[in-house]
Nanobody, 124 residues
Framework: QLQLVESGGGLVQPGGSLRLSCAGF????????IAWVRQAPGKEYEGVSCISAADRSTVYRDSVKGRFTISRDYAKNTIYLQMNSLKPEDTATYYC?????????????????WGRGTQVTVSS
């Protein structure tokens, strides 16, 4: 079974940066669309960004466009989410999720493998 392990979360001041990593174990991530999903306290899950398996195309939710960048390193079997210009409203637990699919990824798709999450707190 595919295992996803996130790292890189922490406490950062507004305007700061963090890079989240998602490492895959047991299977290569090559055929999987990968999405970062977050959940703020008391709120529902929301898709942040995804990257496609077939062509590395990317999708971002409007509130993070221009600030976040998703990428994948095939050699390291790892997905990254570079987060710049962080805002307090970005505070949430961030989950790496995956689904085996060669169609372009979408933040509305159902992702069936989830990591345990990493906490991101943006506060002064």
């Amino acid at each position: 079974q595919l295992q996803l392990v996130e790292s890189g979360g922490g406490l950062v001041q507004p305007g700061g940066s963090l890079r989240l990593s998602c490492a895959g174990f047991e299977y290569t991530l090559d055929p999987y669309n990968i999405a970062w999903v977050r959940q703020a306290p008391g709120k529902e899950y929301e898709g942040v960004s995804c990257i496609s398996a077939a062509d590395r195309s990317t999708v971002y939710r409007d509130s993070v466009k221009g600030r976040f960048t998703i990428s994948r390193d095939y050699a390291k079997n790892t997905i990254y989410l570079q987060m710049n210009s962080l805002k307090p409203e970005d505070t949430a637990t961030y989950y790496c999720t995956a689904t085996r699919d060669f169609r372009p990824c979408s933040l509305d798709d159902e992702y069936d493998s989830w990591g345990r999450g990493t906490q991101v707190t943006v506060s002064s």
